[in-house]
């Protein structure tokens, strides 16, 4: 019998380390900690692996009672262990009252059906493409004609792209990985969204995964496509405008300064974890010892810090600039949404009105309530800190 778990799935994830799934949670190991899997789930006994591990360690010449302790300290946190007593805590996530409304099963049953549209060159070309003709409708199109549009036409097709935008995720995730998790819903900060579960693609490689973090933006800008080809032939201009308001959504979805496709694409691409978490400490680390970081600076470590640095100064000047050009909306905008939710209560949907100048108010109100939620957080865990010494 094995000394640890056999339900564990280890796979590569870029050099020099492995990702290791264990009860649905997801840890980045280097390869000696793999070679010491592979030890433990090789052996039969502590004896045996100790004997195993000095031998592929040579400058290790532990006993079995220091190899013991030393398995259980490297694998602390880590569920590996037969009838392991340890919880793996779930992270935090941005989004709260979170609902299942789709089961892996099902979700993955549907995604199946437009699994094709992710072979890696179709994906591309077609990307490519829409990307093309989203800076085309951006840059033709005014807004000036469209203060008559009604809100129930911009939420009924905001939520079926947004559907689709998760089961793009889905269907990419489950090509690449042959697994998937639910489709849910919950909200982020005021508002109600839609979250798809593809923490599988954490075995798919670099590629595969930029593709599934722009799986979403890919099926609404199809989406997109078909509204604006329907536009070209009934010259309706609700068609016009709903393409717009698709386009400009997925824009936003590329900035990666908030927990968007944009942040876990940067994530990815740099393969850099905890992104947000890790720029933020390495700030803290520049501004508390400048000297001392400039040291033992490290490539890495600079696009962290420039990162932070950025992520900070796009904060600041986007807040600043709300609050100076743009209060009257900054303030007018828990009033819209309280007339708004009381126009849907009431069904007094012929009185609902979109006011397309409250957009950058939305962003506005996100990044600040996302800020005031870390900064109590970080207060709390200094807390937390002092109390424990």
């Known amino acids: 019998m094995s000394l640890i778990r056999t339900d564990y799935f280890l796979s590569p994830y870029q050099t020099g380390k492995w990702v290791l799934e264990v009860s649905g949670a997801h840890f980045i190991i280097n390869d000696d900690t793999k070679k010491l899997v592979d030890i433990l789930s090789r052996a039969q006994n502590y004896e045996e692996a100790t004997v195993q591990f000095n031998s592929d360690f040579e400058n290790h010449d532990l006993n079995e009672t220091e190899f013991t302790?030393?398995?259980?300290?490297?694998?602390?946190?880590?569920?590996?262990?037969?009838?392991?007593?340890?919880?793996?805590?779930?992270?935090?996530?941005?989004?709260?009252?979170?609902?299942?409304?789709?089961?892996?099963?099902?979700?993955?049953?549907?995604?199946?059906l437009i699994t094709f549209l992710f072979n890696k060159k179709l994906f591309w070309i077609t990307f490519s493409l829409l990307v093309l003709l989203e800076i085309i409708?951006?840059?033709?199109?005014?807004?000036?004609?469209?203060?008559?549009?009604s809100p129930l036409w911009i939420l009924a097709i905001y939520t079926s792209t947004m559907f689709l935008h998760e089961l793009g995720h889905i269907a990419a995730c489950r090509k690449f990985?042959?697994?998937?998790?639910?489709?849910g819903f919950g909200i982020y900060f005021i508002f109600p969204v839609l979250y798809s579960n593809i923490s599988s693609v954490w075995h798919a490689s670099k590629q595969e995964r930029v593709i599934t973090n722009l799986a979403g933006i890919y099926m609404q800008l199809l989406c997109m496509f078909i509204l604006y080809g329907l536009?070209?032939?009934?010259?309706n201009a609700s068609l016009l405008y709903l393409a717009y308001?698709?386009?400009?959504?997925?824009?936003?979805?590329?900035?990666?300064?908030?927990?968007s496709d944009g942040y876990w694409l940067l994530s990815d691409l740099t393969s850099t974890s905890n992104l947000l978490q890790k720029s933020e400490t390495e700030v803290r680390s520049f501004i508390s010892k400048p000297f001392g970081w400039l040291k033992e600076k490290k490539e890495k470590k600079v696009f962290l810090l420039g990162y932070g640095l950025f992520n900070y100064a796009i904060l600041i000047y986007f807040i600043t600039?709300?609050?100076?050009?743009?209060?009257?909306?900054?303030?007018?905008?828990p009033v819209y949404i309280f007339n708004t939710i009381k126009q849907v209560l009431t069904l007094q949907f012929d009185k609902m009105t979109f006011d397309n100048s409250l957009i950058t108010v939305v962003i506005f109100y996100i990044l600040l309530f996302n800020n005031?939620?870390?900064?109590?957080?970080?207060?709390?865990?200094?807390i937390d800190k002092k109390r424990d010494r």
């Open 372 to 382: 005031i939620s870390n900064i109590t957080k970080n207060i709390s865990a200094s």
């Open 321 to 333: 600039t709300q609050l100076i050009f743009n209060w009257k909306g900054v303030l007018y905008f």
């Open 137 to 149: 409708i951006m840059v033709t199109t005014s807004l000036s004609s469209f203060t008559n549009l």
């Open 69 to 112: 302790s030393f398995t259980e300290k490297v694998f602390e946190g880590i569920p590996i262990f037969n009838n392991s007593t340890i919880e793996v805590k779930e992270s935090k996530s941005y989004i709260k009252f979170q609902k299942e409304l789709l089961k892996p099963s099902t979700a993955g049953k549907i995604a199946s």
């Open 177 to 183: 990985t042959g697994k998937n998790g639910e489709i």
């Open 231 to 235: 536009y070209l032939l009934t010259h």
């Open 245 to 259: 308001f698709i386009a400009f959504y997925c824009l936003l979805q590329v900035f990666p300064f908030i927990r």
